[in-house]
């Protein structure tokens, strides 16, 4: 079992950066995959980028070149910078981990980028 806390959310600009923090409650070097979704008001919830252990990633088209996903298992943390924000990322953004057969969501974090 673990907890998911994110953290970093807030109010910014079009063009402007933020990153998210999401730290564990226990030690994620054994989790394979972490990821970032994001569910914006009235839409379904949707990838936004994985992280294997080795660090393998990968992106939803519409975050590439502007989404960096890493990880820092010392910390038990997953980060999502975020470059270029446009208005159409506003939304709320969850961390997810698999272990086993389960899914874990954090509480999510309000992004939400004004034009």
């Known amino acids: 079992q673990v907890q998911l806390v994110e953290s970093g959310g807030g109010l910014v600009q079009a063009g402007d950066s933020l990153r998210l923090s999401c730290a564990a409650s226990?030690?994620?070097?054994?989790?394979?995959?972490m990821g970032w979704y994001r569910q914006a008001l009235g839409k379904q919830r949707e990838l936004v980028a994985t992280?294997?252990?080795?660090?393998?990633?990968n992106y939803a088209d519409s975050v590439k070149a502007r989404f960096t996903i890493s990880r820092d298992n010392a910390k038990n943390t997953v980060y999502l910078q975020m470059n270029g924000l446009k208005s159409e990322d506003t939304a709320v953004y969850y961390c997810?981990?698999?272990?086993?057969?389960?899914?874990?969501w954090g509480q999510g974090t309000q992004v939400t980028v004004s034009s």
């Open positions: 992280i294997t252990l080795d660090g393998n990633t």
């Open positions: 226990r030690s994620i070097s054994s989790i394979n995959v």
């Open positions: 997810r981990s698999i272990m086993g057969i389960r899914i874990y």
